[in-house]
Structures are given as structure tokens and as C-alpha cells.
């Protein structure tokens, strides 16, 4: 594939203008091409650079592999995958339940819209933001869910919505810190931003390192762990309040990160498991986790 490929200059955290190479991994789902993935020298944030420009990313997005935005039920680890996502579903809007004052809920990079299917039975007052024009049209079919395009963002009302939902989707922001500025002008005071990214720190992204699923090169431009979580939404004057792990994503990533190596589902199932177990004694270090974010009432 042919891209325009850009030089990202500062760190996205820390402002400073040097890093040095982490880890080089190859685009598994649609170029095959490899990408590097820099740590910065003053904060140690990981971030992948270069990066495609924002108007040629959605090339990498074009995979049948690519799950989370379609309904394709293709193979094994999709057919887990579909499952776990039912249930994760119910678990995700507890969690939006239990941070919210009210009932209104924007959901950024809501793809077919299952989640927001799930809250709109449950009363919740949903609202969409999604990219992709196929899963907007899919997500008001299938879930009776309207979304609007991303570029939206800096359109919606102020002061308006109780809690903004992000399910692996803050690694794919391009303008970060300035859409977090957008994301805390929607909320209402008090309002809280629950954001689920994978940990870079965790025991399955270290035993698979450039294999590991989770890396997912170039869409992925963020490679966080907890504490990078915390110093960013801490410079935007938020406070992460909570961490809660996400089990099932240490079995699904593992699989998917075994495949890569040339090994089999059985070896990923048991390296999740392992992952699991691992974290449980290391606090804050699964595969996976959702980070709660409180706005303070001025
Ligand atoms: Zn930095």
C-alpha cells in the first residue's frame, strides 16, 4: 500500500520532542506493512510515529478481521468474540449506570451500534458519534440507533450529556488533546468519561511483545498503560477515579496474538488465562481495562 505517512513531532502527553524506538510491529489486518511505536524520553507515553495522515487511515480500517465495526460471525475467535460481546454489553451499561447522574449517554465511535441498542431499551437518552458511513447506516437498521459523523464532535451542545462512553476508541483519536477539551464542554458537571483501552503494560503484551494483537498497527496511536491514562486526563484537569479490569480481553487478544505467531487457539486460551491470573496479583495490569473519568463541578 501506498500512504502518505506523517511524522508525529511531540508527544502527545508530555509536549517533548523526544523518544526513542520501542517496538516495531507489522499490520496484520490489511497492508502488511510494518509500523514503529516510539516511547518518549520525558514521560515514557508510547505512541505509534510515524502515522498515516487522518485522510488515508481509513484504508487500515477496510479488514473482514476487523470485528468490532461489523456483524460478521466468520470463524472461531469471532463466533467467542460475538458471544462475550453480548454479555460485555449488559456489563458496560452498569458501569455507565452506576457514573451517571442522569440518563443521557454519548457513546464516541459507537460503530453498528449494539451498545447504545442495549441503552436506548434501557432509557437511556443515546446519542452516536461513528466514522464510518456503513456502520452508521447499520447501526440505525440493526440497533435503531441514528448516529452522526465524527466531525460532528465540536457541533453537539454543551453541558449536555451525563456520561461519555469510549470502547476501545481513545488509541484511534488523531487530535487527542483537543477532543478531550470537546468531550469535557458536552458533559455536564460532574459528568464522568469511561474509557476502555488496552494496557501495553499488561502480561500478555509483554509475552507476545511485536506479535501482541492489542498493538494493532498503524490504527492504534496510542499504546497506553494505566498511569499514562491517569497523567492525561489529570493535565486536562480530570481525575481518573476508578480502574476496572476486562477479563474476557486477555482470552481474545491472546488468541488472536497466538495466531499471529503461528501457534494455536489452545496456547492463546491459556496465556489469557495466565494473563488474568497474573494482573489479579499485579494491580491494574490486565489485558484490557476501563478507566473511569470524573469532570469536577466547578
Ligand atoms: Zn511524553
Redesign the pocket.
Same mark, same amino acid.
Given at each position: 500500500m501506498k500512504h502518505i505517512l506523517e511524522n508525529v513531532k511531540k =508527544?502527545p502527553? =508530555?509536549h517533548?520532542e523526544n523518544y526513542s524506538d520501542w517496538r516495531s510491529a507489522i499490520d496484520h489486518n490489511v497492508s502488511g506493512d510494518t509500523f514503529k511505536i516510539v516511547e =518518549?524520553n520525558?514521560?515514557s507515553?508510547r505512541y505509534t510515529n510515524p502515522i498515516p495522515s487522518e485522510n488515508t487511515i481509513g484504508e487500515y480500517y477496510k479488514s473482514d478481521n476487523y470485528v468490532s465495526h461489523s456483524s460478521t460471525k466468520k470463524g472461531v475467535i469471532n463466533k467467542i468474540y460475538h458471544i462475550i460481546r453480548k454479555h460485555a454489553i449488559k456489563q458496560k451499561e452498569g458501569y455507565a449506570k452506576q457514573y451517571s447522574d442522569g440518563k443521557s449517554i454519548l457513546d464516541i465511535g459507537c460503530g453498528t451500534g449494539d451498545f447504545l441498542g442495549y441503552c436506548k431499551s434501557n432509557n437511556w437518552d443515546v446519542l452516536g458519534l461513528e466514522p464510518d458511513e456503513d456502520a452508521r447506516i447499520l447501526a440505525l437498521k440493526n440497533n435503531n440507533v441514528s448516529s452522526k459523523d465524527i466531525s460532528e464532535l465540536k457541533n453537539l451542545k454543551e453541558n449536555s450529556r451525563d456520561v461519555i462512553t469510549m470502547w476501545h476508541v481513545l488509541e484511534h483519536v488523531y487530535n487527542l488533546n483537543e477532543d478531550i477539551e470537546e468531550y469535557k464542554r458536552i458533559l455536564k458537571p460532574g459528568g464522568h468519561i469511561i474509557v476502555a483501552v488496552p494496557n501495553c503494560s499488561s502480561h500478555d503484551a509483554e509475552y507476545y511483545k511485536h506479535h501482541w494483537a492489542a498493538l494493532d498497527l498503524p490504527i492504534h496511536l496510542y499504546h497506553f498503560r494505566p498511569n499514562d491514562i491517569k497523567s492525561l486526563f489529570t493535565k486536562h484537569g480530570m481525575e481518573l477515579i476508578k480502574i476496572i479490569p476486562m477479563k474476557f480481553d486477555s482470552y481474545y487478544i491472546s488468541m488472536i496474538s497466538e495466531k499471529y505467531k503461528g501457534g494455536n487457539i489452545i496456547s492463546g486460551f491459556w496465556r489469557g488465562f495466565i494473563s488474568n491470573l497474573k494482573a489479579k496479583n499485579k494491580k491494574n495490569t490486565f489485558s484490557s481495562q476501563i478507566y473511569i473519568i470524573k469532570l469536577q463541578k466547578t
Open positions: =508527544c502527553i =508530555c517533548s =518518549c520525558e514521560c507515553f
